[in-house]
């Protein structure tokens, strides 16, 4: 949790991307904090990693809104942290604090195999025939529905002339 201010027995704080206010009494303030230990989530475009814990430090790298620093310690409003192998100081007015790193989206399905372009081809073909075979099959169908009584009442098959009745067996 981060305190972003104080007035009239209430502190305003940060904590896990919520901004809220708690009571005095229940909020112990420190001014650094060398055992803090989570992550946090750059909310300002362009944010510095900086030397020291000062806007007087030297930049040693410029991470953009969304990215998540490791967060090891507070010091004066100044978070010391960790980003891309490198370890210094950000101003806890851009960061917002978070137990842990959001987890990673799942991995997208891998491709499937792909072939030749004759192939492909061949497959579209067959996939072609084998729809227009489908519709011609069914074409003649015809679903009887009973409005009266909203129900489906009965299906007929087109004649084949394939088939053996009772009567012809």
Known sequence: MS???????????NYDGKTGYMSAD???ARSSAGDLRCVARVISD?????SG?????A???TVSRGEYVDVSGFENGWFRV??????????GDHLTLAAARPAAPAPAPAA???????????????????LARLQD??????VIFDDAQNAFDDMQLPETGAEETEEEA
Do not use: H
Request: glycine share 14%.
């Open 3 to 13: 305190v972003l201010g104080r007035q009239d027995g209430w502190y305003k704080v």
């Open 26 to 28: 229940y909020v112990t």
């Open 46 to 50: 362009g944010l510095n990693l900086r």
């Open 53 to 57: 814990a000062a806007a007087s430090g």
């Open 59 to 61: 930049v040693l790298a």
């Open 82 to 91: 960790q980003y891309s192998g490198k370890t210094g100081y950000m101003s």
């Open 112 to 130: 499937p195999a792909s072939g030749t372009g004759a192939e492909i081809a061949a497959l579209a073909a067959d996939l072609s025939t084998g």
């Open 137 to 142: 099959a069914f074409a003649e169908v015809q």
